[in-house]
């Protein structure tokens, strides 16, 4: 079964709103969590990697005030993009790691029309 | 800098025909772990492999087998006697570190995979 969950797996929202991501590890505690962003028929690319109990650590050029994480306890993130933009439409994709390997969530895909 | 390079932007092969995909890396460290993924067309990553720099052995787990060679920074995959079901992105990632806040993977661009029947 899936060891980190992610959800909603899509979503559609409206120019100016926002959306929350939630990125859960299932069977172990993930101090540190990643966030990854897809855009269609390209790689994934680190937006930033979460804490818990801490601020977020933000790759070069995403905005951090736009893209909201918060990592309140040691097995859940959450990502919220905050008012929304045509140009925020992607494949968004948390990831948390054991001493073993890198687990992925099912991606959510969001639209904002 | 690290950087993975994977120069097969697209590959159509027939079915049952064997298939390699490429995946060069750079990486200063000494030591790394060097990862696969299936992409299917719903997104979600699907873990093939794991190999930490250490472990020059090569593997092979069915019809998958994978080759890496320390001397050219190559990790290479490859499908044998392939089928329709192994259509999907490929993605090669190399992460210079395990555990903490250096663990994210940095992933090449990806390689897409259509077999035809």
């Known amino acids: 079964g899936a060891v980190v969950s992610q959800h909603p797996s899509r979503v559609i929202c409206k120019s100016g709103t926002s959306v929350k991501i939630e990125c859960r590890s299932l069977d172990f505690q993930a101090t540190t969590m990643f966030w990854y962003r897809q855009f269609p028929k390209q790689s994934l690319m680190l937006m930033a990697t979460s804490n818990e109990g801490s601020k977020a650590t933000y790759e070069q050029g995403v905005e951090k005030d736009k893209f909201l994480i918060n990592h309140a306890s040691l097995t859940l993130s959450t990502l919220t993009v905050t008012s929304a933009h045509p140009e925020d439409s992607s494949f968004y994709i948390c990831?948390?790691?054991?001493?073993?390997?890198?687990?992925f969530g099912q991606g959510t895909r969001l639209t904002v029309v | 800098a690290q950087k993975v390079t994977q120069a097969q932007t697209e590959i159509s092969v027939v079915e049952k025909e064997d298939v390699t995909l490429d995946c060069v890396y750079e990486?200063?460290?000494?030591?790394?772990?060097l990862f696969w993924y299936k992409q299917p067309p719903s997104g979600e990553l699907v873990f093939l492999i794991r190999?930490?720099?250490?472990?020059?052995q090569n593997e092979i787990s069915g019809r998958y087998s994978w080759n890496f060679q320390k001397s050219t920074s190559s990790f290479n995959f490859t499908i044998t006697a392939s089928q329709v079901v192994d259509s999907a992105v490929y993605f090669c990632?190399?992460?210079?570190?395990?555990?903490?806040?250096?663990?994210?993977?940095?992933f090449g661009k990806g390689t897409k995979l259509s077999v035809k029947p």
């Open positions: 990486t200063r460290d000494t030591t790394y772990y």
């Open positions: 990632a190399l992460s210079e570190a395990f555990g903490g806040s250096q663990g994210n993977l940095i």
């Open positions: 190999r930490n720099s250490f472990d020059e």
């Open positions: 990831s948390a790691r054991d001493w073993s390997q890198a687990f």
